[in-house]
T-cell receptor, first 116, second 109 residues
Framework: EPEVTQTPSHQVTQMGQEVILRCVPI?????FYWYRQILGQKVEFLVS????????KSEIFDDQFSVERPDGSNFTLKIRSTKLEDSAMYFC??????????????FGPGTRLTVT | DAKTTQPPSMDCAEGRAANLPCNHS???????VYWYRQIHSQGPQYIIH???NNETNEMASLIITEDRKSSTLILPHATLRDTAVYYC??????????FGTGTRLTVIP
C-alpha cells in the first residue's frame, strides 16, 4: 500500500542553523501539507501546498519557514534559522489524487527535530 | 471549519466494541466528518470519513445522526493496539485538518 515517507527520522541541530526536512508524498496525490507537534501538545497545521504554490499557511509559518517541491516526488520544509522552540515532531501529509473526490490525508511517520 | 467536542478519555475492554462520540453542532452542509487517530507519537492515521450516510470500512464504522450534529465512531472489536488518541474533525475539501485534544481511548486487557 502506498505511504508517505519522511527523512530523516531524527534531526539534531544547533540554534541558528538551517534544516531541511524531506517528505515523499503518495505518488498520485496533488495536495501536500506540513504539521508539527511539540512534545505533549496538539498537532498543529503549518502549511498546505497545491499546484506548486502555498494554498494556506498558519501564523506559525513565518518568514523563517519555506516549502518546496523541487522535483516530481519530494516535498521539503526548510527552517532557515532554527530556534529552541522549533523542537517538535514534524509531519508531512498528502491527499487528493487526480480524479478523486475525497480528501483524506495520509501522514508520514514524522521527523523529530531537536534544536540545542 | 466547525469545532468538535469529544470526551477527553474513555476505557474499553479488549474484544468489546468501542463507541467514541463526537458533537459537531455547528457543522455546515458541505463539511465532512473525519476521524483520525494517533498512536503514541506516530503520525496521525486516517480511519474513516462521511458526509451524512453511515460508513463502514475495514477499520471502523461511522454513524452520523440525521441532523448531522453528532457522530459516533465504532471500533467493533477493540484490541490493545487500538489504544490511541482519536480525533473527530470536520472540514471541507482539501482544507487542512484542525486537531483538537481528541479522546484518549485505553483498551484494557
Amino acid at each position: 500500500e502506498p505511504e508517505v515517507t519522511q527523512t530523516p527520522s531524527h534531526q539534531v541541530t544547533q540554534m541558528g542553523q538551517e534544516v531541511i526536512l524531506r517528505c515523499v508524498p503518495i505518488s498520485n496525490h496533488l495536495y501536500f501539507y506540513w504539521y508539527r507537534q511539540i512534545l505533549g501538545q496538539k498537532v498543529e497545521f503549518l502549511v498546505s501546498f497545491y499546484n506548486n504554490e502555498i494554498s494556506e499557511k498558519s501564523e506559525i509559518f513565518d518568514d523563517q519557514f519555506s516549502v518546496e517541491r523541487p522535483d516530481g516526488s519530494n516535498f521539503t520544509l526548510k527552517i532557515r534559522s532554527t530556534k529552541l522552540e522549533d523542537s517538535a515532531m514534524y509531519f508531512c501529509a498528502s491527499s487528493g489524487g487526480r480524479g478523486q473526490t475525497s480528501y483524506e490525508q495520509y501522514f508520514g511517520p514524522g521527523t523529530r527535530l531537536t534544536v540545542t | 471549519d466547525a469545532k468538535t467536542t469529544q470526551p477527553p478519555s474513555m476505557d474499553c475492554a479488549e474484544g468489546r466494541a468501542a463507541n467514541l462520540p463526537c458533537n459537531h453542532s455547528t457543522i455546515s452542509g458541505n463539511e465532512y466528518v473525519y476521524w483520525y487517530r494517533q498512536i503514541h507519537s506516530q503520525g496521525p492515521q486516517y480511519i474513516i470519513h462521511g458526509l451524512k450516510n453511515n460508513e463502514t470500512n475495514e477499520m471502523a464504522s461511522l454513524i452520523i445522526t440525521e441532523d448531522r450534529k453528532s457522530s459516533t465512531l465504532i471500533l467493533p472489536h477493540a484490541t490493545l493496539r487500538d489504544t490511541a488518541v482519536y480525533y473527530c474533525i470536520v472540514k471541507t475539501g482539501a482544507n487542512n485538518l484542525f486537531f483538537g485534544t481528541g479522546t484518549r481511548l485505553t483498551v484494557i486487557p
